[in-house]
T-cell receptor, first 115, second 111 residues
Framework: EPEVTQTPSHQVTQMGQEVILRCVPI?????FYWYRQILGQKVEFLVS????????KSEIFDDRFSVERPDGSNFTLKIRSTKLEDSAMYFC?????????????FGAGTRLSVL | GDSVTQMEGPVTLSEEAFLTINCTYT??????LFWYVQYPGEGLQLLLK?????DKGSNKGFEATYRKETTSFHLEKGSVQVSDSAVYFC??????????FGKGTRLHILP
């Protein structure tokens, strides 16, 4: 069964550094998403991406965050000037279509630890 | 704003016990409701969904009914197995891009 793949599974970085989290969505999907879950908190929406543009973003997705689809298969989340509060599990997801009929397929997540 | 509240875990049950995980939501309009499951080391997987009031979603022996009058979507299973041990997330969508999740409930099933 097709799946969303995320790498690395765990990323450790120093505060102030830049990190790139990588995702390979399901190949025929057109919509891409990032969510995060701080330990003990809810899974929160960060951003959605379609046709090489951000469709929607949350308040969390400030100007330190960016997303990119650098080629036909990868979807990346970059965080500049990382802060301690960026430590969380980050989930990538993809879907064939948006709206009430869509089903988002999630990866296993990347745990980001900012020290 | 829109939100989902689900019972705190962990929930520990013996094999073949009856399972209920409570979930209530707050939302304007008519959201679709979901249960996602995350097995150890894996991503979030859609377990079941319901798109309108009184709909029942079901999959793998799990069921949940969309109750608009009580704004609830409780997850139930008649006889749990060890393999059901996982984290379960209740969620809603209003047709835009984002899914709104609850905190998740960790379920442990003892043999």
């Amino acid at each position: 069964e097709p799946e969303v793949t995320q790498t690395p599974s765990h990323q450790v970085t120093q505060m102030g550094q830049e990190v790139i989290l990588r995702c390979v969505p399901i190949s025929n999907h057109l919509y891409f998403y990032w969510y995060r879950q701080i330990l003990g908190q809810k899974v929160e929406f960060l951003v959605s991406f379609y046709n090489n543009e951000i469709s929607e973003k949350s308040e969390i997705f400030d100007d330190r965050f960016s997303v990119e689809r650098p080629d036909g298969s990868n979807f990346t989340l970059k965080i500049r000037s990382t802060k301690l509060e960026d430590s969380a599990m980050y989930f990538c997801a993809s879907s064939e279509m948006t709206g009430t009929k869509d089903i988002q397929y999630f990866g296993a997540g990347t745990r980001l630890s900012v020290l | 704003g829109d939100s989902v509240t689900q019972m705190e875990g962990p929930v520990t049950l013996s094999e073949e016990a009856f399972l209920t995980i409570n979930c209530t939501y707050t939302a304007t309009g008519y959201p679709s409701l979901f249960w996602y499951v995350q097995y150890p080391g894996e991503g979030l997987q859609l377990l079941l969904k319901a798109t309108k009031a009184d709909d029942k979603g079901s999959n793998k022996g799990f069921e949940a009914t969309y109750r608009k009058e009580t704004t609830s979507f409780h997850l139930e299973k008649g006889s749990v197995q060890v393999s059901d041990s996982a984290v379960y997330f209740c969620a809603l969508s209003k047709g835009d891009d984002k899914i709104i999740f609850g905190k998740g409930t960790r379920l442990h099933i003892l043999p």
